[in-house]
């Protein structure tokens, strides 16, 4: 991975808090109160991506529903859907 300079510099402080630029928020897609972001260590670098929960099942991220905490994706839902249905309960 190559990392590319945001010629972007802000203080830490006393609470070791950053504050992230706007347009870097925005580009991240971090724009609403309380969405998260994962914070990643390489050496001595710090990288920070938008958090988004995986699937349970499968792993992936891509459209997922939240239930209880739970996160699945579509493709799960519809595979628990048709054991469901192959279910002689039903
Ligand atoms: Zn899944």
Redesign the pocket.
């Known amino acids: 991975m190559e990392y590319r300079s945001t010629g972007m510099i802000r203080p830490i402080d006393k609470m070791g808090r950053v504050v992230i630029p706007k347009e870097m928020r925005e580009y991240l897609g971090l724009t609403e109160d309380g969405d998260k972001f994962e914070i990643y260590l390489e050496g001595k670098t710090i990288l920070l991506r938008k958090f988004q929960p995986k699937?349970?099942?499968?792993?992936?991220f891509a459209d997922?529903i939240e239930l209880n905490d739970i996160v699945?994706?579509?493709?799960?839902?519809d595979?628990l859907r048709e054991i469901k249905e192959q279910s002689p309960e039903g």
């Open positions: 699937c349970i099942f499968c792993g992936e997922s699945v994706c579509k493709n799960c839902v595979k």
